[in-house]
């Protein structure tokens, strides 16, 4: 990221984005903004390409993206450089999330998009199933619009990109404006891997280039971001009655049960935390903790905590906030909630030894939901620990938001910790683990409530690219249909009778 000021407008009007970097503060490139015409362009080109991209076949799609692999293996450095100058994070951050995921995301669906995409053969029920033949064909939709926030500017352009691509549509990205430079990672990756021209396009610019794209005649917007974005874009695909996919924020709860081992679950209850400096999607924003081990288990984290090491270049494990704007709301929501009564065991402010956009590793407690803090999405490194009494008073709590994206449990007794699992209205939930859901494709990811509409990845994932079109054929050559008319009261009478056996009897139900 960065903190992002507006530059001089270039010669032929379109606005600049000056960058600077969150770990120190210094510039470190600019971005000319898309405008409408530009968008206007790229969809054009992505849709001249689209029927030539479809028309490959899976094999052939899955070679580009094996050769994408290739080429992100060799030039991980320099896509690692890049997300860090502009995020701040620590490396292990960039690596996994990044080059990890994105090698995985590329064999992935290379390999397996065809099985979710090949047609399906239906049997139809009743009397139909002796009349009609019904395949389901998985046709892309277009040109898809990838729309995606700042704090997974590679992968999250990257993983939607592959998936939309290797069900044969077209594709326009547009990443943050806070990290543009990751998200046109992905576009060099692309072009590196010999995609023709006009299958992945992307443009750079903020809001109003987003805004542009969802009018430019996409098919589907894939957006990723905030509620406050997200509303924004299913008003506007209302309008143009195209559909979208929302992969919205969260306030995700931890719940922690009696039984646990409380070094594990404390030091998955802090990776789940501050993984991306506490600004991963489905990261853990608030746990409750049964009041038996509450203070054993607020110590261990409060003293994991403590030791994590902050700083802007070197080995260390919590990064920067990656953009000015989110230390605001970081900020007030530890203001908010200190000033009406929460306590901090550790941290609770910016680093004062660093000078750019740090706050430091917190855990606080005395935390309650008349507080910004355990409501709102905060997106920064701090554990607030709530004491419960029951896992009843746990699962309330935890569904006493207006989100829903997901969810841990901490339980020894797996099929109990399914059970609470079962019971918190989230789009998943991770037992004894932390957010992995994202990283399993065979796990549908989505948000329930405000944290979004539809789920991305895998079977569903790709599907979500794709118009299910029936085919229908009748066995017999359309004779039943061709004596539709004239109607008579002599066939109504029969259909009728048709009727009364069919429902109105056990084996006519049994048959039908
Ligand atoms: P944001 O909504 O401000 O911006 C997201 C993207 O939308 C950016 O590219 C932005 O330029 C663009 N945009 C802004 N206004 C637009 C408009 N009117 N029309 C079209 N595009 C527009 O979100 P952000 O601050 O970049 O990202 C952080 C949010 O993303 C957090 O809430 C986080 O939880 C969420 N997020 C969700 C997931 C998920 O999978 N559910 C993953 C990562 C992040």
């Given at each position: 990221m960065?903190?992002?000021?507006?530059?001089?407008?270039?010669?032929?009007g379109?606005?600049?984005?000056?960058?600077a970097?969150p770990a120190?503060?210094?510039p470190?490139?600019?971005?000319?903004c898309?405008?409408?015409?530009d968008?206007?362009?790229?969809?054009?080109?992505a849709?001249?390409?689209?029927?030539?991209?479809?028309a490959?076949?899976?094999?052939e799609r899955?070679?580009?993206?094996?050769?994408?692999?290739k080429v992100?293996?060799?030039r991980q450095?320099?896509?690692i450089e890049t997300?860090?100058?502009?995020?701040?994070?620590?490396?292990?951050?960039?690596?996994?999330?990044?080059?990890?995921?994105?090698?995985?995301s590329?064999?992935y669906?290379?390999?397996?998009?065809?099985?979710?995409?090949?047609?399906?053969?239906?049997?139809?029920?009743g009397m139909?199933r002796?009349?009609?033949?019904?395949t389901?064909?998985?046709q892309?939709?277009?040109v898809?619009g990838?729309?995606t926030?700042?704090?997974?500017?590679?992968?999250?352009?990257?993983?939607?990109?592959v998936?939309?691509l290797?069900a044969?549509?077209?594709v326009?990205?547009?990443p943050?404006e806070v990290?543009p430079f990751?998200?046109?990672?992905?576009?060099?990756?692309?072009?590196a891997?010999?995609?023709?021209?006009g299958v992945?396009?992307?443009?750079e610019?903020?809001?109003?280039t987003?805004?542009?794209?969802?009018?430019?005649?996409?098919?589907k917007?894939?957006?990723t971001?905030?509620?406050?974005?997200?509303?924004?874009i299913?008003?506007?695909c209302?309008r143009?009655?195209?559909p979208c996919t929302?992969?919205?924020?969260?306030?995700?709860p931890t719940i922690?049960?009696?039984?646990v081992d409380?070094?594990t679950?404390?030091?998955?209850?802090v990776?789940?935390?501050?993984?991306?400096?506490?600004?991963?999607?489905?990261?853990?924003?608030?746990v409750?903790?049964?009041?038996?081990i509450a203070?054993e288990f607020?110590?261990e984290?409060?003293?994991?905590?403590?030791?994590?090491?902050?700083?802007?270049?070197?080995?260390?494990?919590?990064g920067a906030i990656f953009?000015?704007?989110q230390?605001?709301?970081i900020?007030?929501?530890?203001?908010?909630a200190?000033?009406k009564?929460?306590?901090?065991?550790?941290?609770?402010g910016?680093?004062?030894?660093l000078?750019?956009?740090?706050?430091?590793?917190?855990?606080?407690?005395?935390?309650?939901?008349s507080?910004k803090?355990?409501?709102?999405?905060?997106?920064?490194?701090i554990i607030?620990?709530?004491?419960?009494?029951?896992?009843e008073?746990?699962?309330?709590l935890a569904n006493d938001?207006t989100?829903?994206?997901?969810?841990?449990?901490?339980?020894n007794?797996?099929a109990r910790?399914?059970?609470i699992a079962?019971?918190?209205?989230?789009?998943?939930t991770?037992?004894?683990?932390?957010?992995?859901t994202y990283?399993?494709p065979?796990?549908p990811f989505?948000?329930?409530?405000?944290?979004?509409i539809g789920q991305a990845?895998?079977?569903?994932g790709?599907?979500g690219?794709?118009?299910?079109?029936?085919v229908?054929?009748?066995r017999f050559?359309?004779k039943?249909?061709?004596?539709?008319?004239?109607?008579s009261?002599k066939?109504?009478?029969?259909?009728?009778?048709?009727?009364?056996?069919l429902w109105g009897?056990?084996i006519g139900?049994?048959?039908?």
């Amino acid at each position: 990221m960065a903190i992002v000021t507006p530059g001089e407008t270039t010669a032929d009007g379109r606005r600049t984005l000056r960058l600077a970097s969150p770990a120190t503060l210094e510039p470190i490139g600019e971005i000319e903004c898309a405008t409408e015409a530009d968008v206007t362009a790229a969809v054009r080109a992505a849709r001249e390409a689209q029927p030539a991209w479809s028309a490959l076949s899976f094999d052939e799609r899955a070679r580009y993206m094996d050769r994408a692999r290739k080429v992100l293996i060799e030039r991980q450095e320099e896509v690692i450089e890049t997300v860090l100058a502009e995020s701040g994070k620590a490396r292990a951050e960039a690596i996994n999330m990044d080059i990890f995921a994105g090698c995985d995301s590329l064999c992935y669906y290379a390999k397996n998009a065809e099985r979710f995409l090949r047609p399906q053969h239906k049997r139809p029920h009743g009397m139909m199933r002796f009349l009609k033949k019904v395949t389901v064909f998985y046709q892309p939709l277009g040109v898809v619009g990838v729309i995606t926030p700042w704090n997974g500017p590679f992968i999250l352009t990257l993983n939607a990109g592959v998936q939309a691509l290797m069900a044969g549509n077209t594709v326009v990205a547009k990443p943050s404006e806070v990290t543009p430079f990751g998200g046109a990672k992905v576009r060099d990756l692309f072009d590196a891997a010999g995609l023709p021209d006009g299958v992945f396009n992307l443009v750079e610019g903020d809001g109003e280039t987003g805004a542009a794209l969802v009018e430019a005649g996409v098919d589907k917007i894939h957006f990723t971001g905030s509620v406050r974005t997200g509303r924004k874009i299913a008003e506007a695909c209302g309008r143009r009655l195209i559909p979208c996919t929302l992969e919205l924020g969260g306030k995700d709860p931890t719940i922690v049960t009696s039984d646990v081992d409380i070094p594990t679950a404390a030091a998955g209850t802090v990776a789940a935390s501050f993984m991306n400096t506490g600004q991963f999607c489905c990261g853990s924003e608030r746990v409750y903790v049964m009041s038996d081990i509450a203070e054993e288990f607020t110590d261990e984290v409060v003293r994991l905590v403590a030791a994590m090491r902050q700083a802007d270049h070197g080995e260390f494990d919590v990064g920067a906030i990656f953009w000015d704007k989110q230390l605001e709301i970081i900020e007030d929501h530890l203001n908010d909630a200190v000033s009406k009564g929460a306590k901090v065991l550790t941290g609770g402010g910016r680093n004062p030894d660093l000078k750019g956009l740090y706050i430091e590793p917190t855990v606080i407690t005395d935390v309650d939901h008349s507080m910004k803090i355990m409501t709102e999405e905060t997106f920064g490194p701090i554990i607030p620990i709530v004491p419960v009494e029951s896992e009843e008073e746990a699962i309330r709590l935890a569904n006493d938001t207006t989100y829903g994206l997901s969810s841990t449990v901490w339980c020894n007794d797996e099929a109990r910790g399914v059970e609470i699992a079962r019971r918190i209205q989230a789009g998943s939930t991770c037992v004894n683990d932390m957010a992995v859901t994202y990283g399993i494709p065979e796990a549908p990811f989505g948000g329930r409530k405000d944290s979004g509409i539809g789920q991305a990845n895998g079977e569903v994932g790709v599907r979500g690219f794709c118009h299910p079109q029936p085919v229908i054929v009748d066995r017999f050559k359309g004779k039943q249909t061709a004596q539709t008319y004239p109607y008579s009261s002599k066939n109504d009478k029969l259909t009728q009778r048709i009727i009364k056996i069919l429902w109105g009897t056990p084996i006519g139900r049994w048959l039908s």
